[in-house]
């Protein structure tokens, strides 16, 4: 089933901006210091985040958060503290539930 609508594009196209986040800053941070290996704090919140985003999990992904975080994302105003993040997540997860069987995940991660 293919899903064509405006809404779906741009959920799936924040999550993919997310994910190539996180990922980018690993690698940014690697290539700067090649000859050490990050701290365990951040190995271990880096396996979290991925972990909670492979699975789609909103509550692990917000736990993350701090409670007065912020996030900015492209042609959006910024999502002020956890709250607001929250929703934005569900808002996205909700437009992405039924039909998808975890191909817009699995084209996420691939990224």
């Given at each position: 089933?293919?899903l ?9 196209a ?26 365990d ?71």
């Open positions: 089933m293919r064509h609508s405006k809404s779906f594009s741009r959920a799936a924040t999550i993919s901006i997310l994910a190539c986040l996180v990922l980018n800053t690993s690698r940014a941070e690697s290539s700067r210091s090649r000859h050490t290996t990050p701290p704090s951040i190995l271990r919140f880096n396996r979290k985040l991925d972990d909670a985003t492979r699975h789609m999990d909103n509550a692990a992904t917000l736990a993350l958060w701090a409670d007065d975080g912020v996030s900015l994302l492209p042609d959006a105003s910024p999502l002020l503290g956890k709250p607001a993040i929250a929703a934005f997540m569900d808002r996205v997860t909700a437009s992405l539930k039924g039909g998808n069987d975890g191909k817009i995940r699995d084209a996420v991660l691939r990224h």
